[in-house]
C-alpha cells in the first residue's frame, strides 16, 4: 500500500494488526511496533508479541535505536484492557508515535508525514504522540484508552 509520502506500508503491518485485532486466547497479539525501513522507503513490522507486561513493551519502544546506535522514531499499538467496574471490561487499541528528542529533523519530517497514512490504514482512532518516556507512562495510556474513566 502506497501513500502520499513516497513511503509505503508493507501487507505484513496490515496483516499483523488483523491478527491483533481478531486473535484470542494466550497467542492473541498484545502489541506491534512498527519501524522505517532503512532506506526510509517502507513502514515495516519491527516486532510483535503477546506479551502482557506493559512496561516491557513501554521499554521495547522507548529504547528503539537505529543501525547507529542512536534513538529511533517508532509507530506502535497497544492493546489496553481496563476495567469500568459496573460498566464491565473495555478493551480499545490505542497507536503511539514515539519520536525521541534525538531524531534527526529530516526522520521527524518523514515519520510526521507517514503516521496519519498508518494509522488510517490500520482504522485507529486513538493515538498518542510522544517523545519522552514519560508520556507513555501506563497512567496515560489508560486514560486516553478510557477516555478518562478508569
Known amino acids: 500500500m502506497s501513500i502520499p509520502s513516497g513511503v509505503s506500508i508493507s501487507d505484513e503491518c496490515i496483516t499483523a494488526f488483523n491478527q491483533l485485532r481478531s ?3 494466550a497467542n492473541r497479539l498484545q502489541f506491534i511496533i512498527f519501524k522505517l525501513s532503512d532506506n526510509q522507503q517502507v513502514i515495516e513490522v519491527d516486532e510483535s508479541s503477546t506479551e502482557l507486561d506493559y512496561e516491557a ?5 522507548s529504547s528503539a535505536v537505529d543501525n547507529s546506535g542512536k534513538p529511533a522514531p517508532r509507530y506502535a499499538v497497544y492493546d489496553v484492557e481496563f476495567d ?3 460498566d ?3 478493551r480499545r487499541t490505542v497507536f503511539i508515535s514515539w519520536v525521541p528528542d534525538q531524531t534527526p529533523v529530516k526522520l521527524c519530517m518523514i515519520h510526521a508525514s507517514t503516521k496519519e497514512q498508518l494509522k488510517n490504514a490500520l482504522d485507529i482512532k486513538l493515538d498518542i504522540h510522544a517523545d519522552k518516556p514519560d508520556e507513555i507512562d501506563w497512567k496515560v ?3 486516553k484508552a478510557s477516555g478518562g474513566k478508569a
Open 57 to 61: 513493551f513501554r521499554q521495547k519502544l
Open 84 to 86: 469500568l467496574h459496573e
Open 88 to 90: 464491565g471490561k473495555r
Open 23 to 25: 486473535g484470542r486466547g
Open 141 to 143: 495510556i489508560l486514560n
